[in-house]
């Protein structure tokens, strides 16, 4: 479908009042303890907050091509090739015959955002629904014009045919003619898994040819007639008010200067001198009174946060450390941790008739159309977001304030502008993954059982705190974190989601203990998991990642350089077993091999799952070994990549992959699950290597020769 086709689409759309009721209406998140909960429903529960009309999702072409409509957005997760495979597979069409549309809201179906490995198990099942309720409607369409039974009739490639009649047949295109799909039908059961031949099948991806040969666009790709590009004045820490800003000398170089409130900025018709520009402007801030940086920030989170909340517990702690003859204390760290996305965020808005168009790279286009109404003044009927490929969010791009500085600029010029920030940018706005602290007090019993786990984190957040160990006196508490809840001052700049949010630090901390304790026990690392563990789905990735890996039993440290770990997210289980070398002189750690095993039900393209978990374990290597944001003072000091160390070529190990096949069970997101498991299993593989306990996160060399010498 051309862009023509589409914008003839919008007033088709517009008159969905479910677009407007659905952007005001409320979502709740569920959690589900055992993740065995996770089954595929027989048929597809009602569609709760998202459209009952399957023409919100689908149209069928006068051509025969099929378009499906989604307010996910493509990160380069892969959601342009999975859902286009549900849909091809539940309408019994050709999967090169459908074409995406995704992330703009005037087209698309509502949608909370892209994140949190939510794309498969809550869009995708709304989008079979509807996929199986038009292709039901269509079959019986076909037999109205054949004059057939609708159960004699068969479908293959948008094509309906009576084999009792090879002659009759008939295409979806001539029977829906390029209009809306009218009739409806309730309760239409889904494709069996076992009968797929599009879904849970390898699938080429359909967005790369666009990004190999240069003509998939971002946001920072649409250009106009007369586009300037915008250069915000920004403080230089935060917390630090602007007191006077000098912008002649920006005026005489041509530039255009726009005071709007609190916004600064200067524009040119050309990006280079733009740039030039800003440098002319001469800006006096009053500096922010002096704070804390990334050497203090841990004993200001224990201080400044929130009273701790109880997000799980069972059994009774003094029961449990009466029992225990073994008593194990330890507190772990992790550090602030950036996005960095290859991509900043950039923005182009254009206002044409009273209607702004904002084409912007997040992962949420809904939640930034009410900000850039609300900044215009405009009402949201006027705003149209468009997310176009985004070059990486890991939760870094779940707001848009580059939309907004981008449109503000746009009204107040009267032009189209670009708003692409600079990676120095990027660092300062950024809402790091938070600094968080740990503490976990436990007990083994005489015979190596854990009969005590009491587990407090601060600043992660809470997800996966509560153990899903076998433990029979534990608690877990939380205090502050990337949901909200901080108080004023807690945290010197914004955090937010990271990949796995919370996960990632109390995986860190719970996998690492579980290690130590199996070291106090004098038992195997994956044994003494096993000990512990009744989950079956859990039970099952480790015994696959053991097998893979060759795992041998012995007591850590064994010399040999080798750990596990394990956990959940969002339902899905992963297992990671790792071998890494030490180097004793300078705390140099190289990881050879890693093994991962995955259960996330079933895979709707094995293919793209397995780039996913190969993905998350390499950038899973940079939280473990070298990222973290070095400040003072509200001042953010990494402005590039060349003190914030991303993963590079010369770490990658062998990495292998298993998906596990669990077809009875839901279809979950993969996108996030493998990589929570990573710094735990590095820790684990070095104190099985050299016989140190690493306990904060990133495992710099420094850091690791440290505690080597305190080893020594």
Sequence with gaps: MNQHELNQLDVNLSRRGFFAAAGAGLFVFFGVNRVNAYQEPARLPQR?????????????????????????????????????????????????????????????PYDMGTFGSMCIPMFAPALRAAAAEARAVLLQMAAEQLQAPVERLQVKAGVVTDPSTPAKRITYAQLVEGKRIERHLANVPLKPVAKFTVAAHPAARKDALDKVTGKGKYAADFAFPGLLHGRVVRPPAHGAKLLSADTSAAEKFGARVVRDGDLLAVLHERPDLADRALGLVKAQFDPPPPTVDDKTIFDHLLKTAPPSRPVGAKGDLAAGEKVSTTIVEETYLNSYVAHAPIETHSATANIENGKVTVWVSTQAPFSVKPQVAQAL????????????????????????PQAVEAARLAKATGKPVQVVWNRAEEFFYDTFRPAAVVKIRAGLTSAGKIALWDFNVVGAGEREADSFYDIPNKRALSAGGW???????????????WRAPSVNTNSFARESHMDILAAKAGIDPLEFRLNHLSDARLRRVLEAAAKQFGWKAAKAPSGRGVGVACGVYSGACSATMAEVSVNKTTGHVQVKRMVSALDVGWAVNPDGMRQQMEGCLTMGLGYTLTEEVHFKDGEVLDRNFGSYELPRFSWLPKIETILIDNPGAAALGGGEPPIITVGAVVANAIYDAVGARMLQLPMTPERVAEALKKKA
């Design 48 to 108: 709760q907050n998202m459209p009952s009309d399957l023409n919100a999702y689908l149209r069928i072409g006068a051509d025969g091509r099929v378009t499906c409509f989604s307010g996910k957005v493509e990160l380069g997760q892969g959601c342009t090739t999975s859902l286009a495979q549900l849909l091809a597979e539940e309408l019994d069409v050709e999967y090169n015959s459908v074409d995406m549309v995704l992330g703009d809201t005037d087209l698309c």
């Design 483 to 497: 949901q909200g809840g901080n108080p004023p001052g807690m945290h010197p700049f914004g955090v937010g989601p």
């Design 377 to 400: 003044g405009f009402t949201p009927q006027n705003v149209r977001i468009i997310a176009p490929y985004v070059g990486g969010g890991f939760g870094g791009k779940s707001a848009g």
